[in-house]
Structures are given as C-alpha cells and as structure tokens.
C-alpha cells in the first residue's frame, strides 16, 4: 500500500531510539500516523515541528498497518510565530484539537483548507482570532455538532440573542431566556458573524465553543485528555488587550 499527499503535522513523539511516530492531516486522506525512520535525527528533527507543511509519502505492507512515512518540507510555520505567545498557543491549539477530534483515515477536504488557511494566518496578521472562532464553529460542524444561532428556541424570534443554551446548541434571546438565563451560556455578537471583535470577546465566545468541544467531541482513547492548549490560548486572550503586545 502506498499514497502520496500533502498535509500539516499536528503531533510528533519520540518512537525507539531514533525514530519518531507523527499524525499528519493529509489533504485528500485525513488524519494519518506513521513510523519516520531517523526522525530523531539533526536533519529531520527539525523538520517536524506542529504546524509544518509537509510533502508526505506513507507505505505499508497491509493498509491496517501503522505504515511509515517519508517526508519532505514545503513550509515551516514554527519559526513564523515562535517569537509571538498568542499565535504560537493559536497553532498548538489547532494542532491539538484535530490530533484529539478528528477519526482515523476520514477526510475533510474543507476543514483542510480552513486549517492550512488559518496556519498560514497565524504569522501575517493580528487579526487571526476570529478567524480561528470561525474555525472551532467549522470543526464542530464538521463533527456533527454544529450550533444553531439562526433563531431563538424559545421564541422563534432572529433578534436579541444573547445566550445558547448547553443542553441543544441553539440561540435565546433575552425574552425566551426567562428565569434560565443564569443556566445558559453566552452568545457574543462574534459569533454571530456580526462584525469585527476584541480579544476578550473572542475569548468569551471561545468559552462558549470549548463547553460544545469538551461535551461533544469523543476522545480517541479511554482517559485521553482535552487537549491543554486551547485553554492557554483562551487565558492569553483574555489577557492580553488589543493594544498588548503579544511576543514573548
């Protein structure tokens, strides 16, 4: 069995004495993990960084096998945000939420792009959180548990929403919210597509999305953590203002 794509490294671990075993999300073949021979080594180590874009060739005897790959650069982008917290926790946040959520050997050709997109964001603009606000609502569509703010569940109504509620993933406004509205949660206007927004408004969106992750998204082994990274980037958010600095 063989195959060849391209594709975004999202985790690396040290695999014997010299070799390393990765998960990458390929183009047309999803999220798939192999054995790289020498890929402890001064010349590919540094190859396999999270986020990498990678020319990647995976072989095995049987397609149920773990495989190997051989791998080549096509672009680094480590080094792009490595002198910049908030955008270095935003790639460790991506990479660890598609390592942890997406299925084995499935493909999402629209994530994919989405996902590149949003790495390559990462190092050329400030303005990559919302993108990356757009990106969790994607992922959770893409799991099949997309949010539903068109409308209020109560009342019907397309205005006034303010709050979602945790139990079904839809919008209540005000109204419809009554004496539940303490029990729900909130509903910035970001994630309403309205407009542009503060890093603290992301950040309470996040929160909003991380609930519908946490909740929803299975984990691929029994114990397997939520991955840390999302939550130190939501905390770098809150944190920093829009005229903060955000390097290192």
């Not at 054995?35 to 001064?42: A, E, I, K, P």
């Not at 799991?143 to 209540?172: E, H, I, Q």
Request: aromatic residues 8%.
């Amino acid at each position: 069995m063989e195959w060849r794509d391209q594709g975004a490294l999202l985790a690396v671990r040290r695999h014997g004495e010299s070799s390393a075993i990765v998960e990458i999300f390929a183009q047309d073949h999803g999220r798939y993990a192999g054995v790289v021979r020498g890929g402890t080594s001064r010349k590919i180590a540094p190859i396999l960084q999270p986020g990498a874009q990678l020319d990647v060739t995976w072989r095995a005897r049987l397609d149920e096998h773990i495989g190997h790959f051989t791998v080549e650069p096509v672009r680094s982008r480590a080094a792009g945000v490595m002198t910049d917290r908030l955008a270095l926790a935003g790639l460790n946040a991506l990479c660890g939420l598609l390592a942890y959520a997406l299925p084995e050997r499935a493909s999402y050709p629209d994530l994919y792009r989405k996902s590149v997109t949003l790495l390559d964001l990462l190092s050329l603009t400030d303005s990559w959180p919302l993108a990356y606000l757009q990106w969790e609502m994607l992922l959770l569509d893409q799991m099949g548990f997309g949010l539903n703010l068109s409308r209020c569940a109560v009342t019907g109504r397309t205005d006034g929403l303010v709050y979602v509620s945790p139990r079904t993933g839809r919008a209540v406004s005000a109204e419809g919210a009554g004496d539940w509205a303490d029990r729900l949660l909130s509903l910035p206007p970001c994630l309403l597509g309205q407009g542009d927004a503060s890093n603290h408004e992301i950040a309470l969106a996040l929160r909003t999305t991380g609930y519908f992750l946490e909740r929803n998204l299975p984990p691929r082994w029994e114990n397997q953590p939520f991955p840390m990274a999302r939550q130190r980037l939501v905390d770098l958010l809150a944190r920093y203002s829009d005229a903060g600095t955000n390097s290192i």
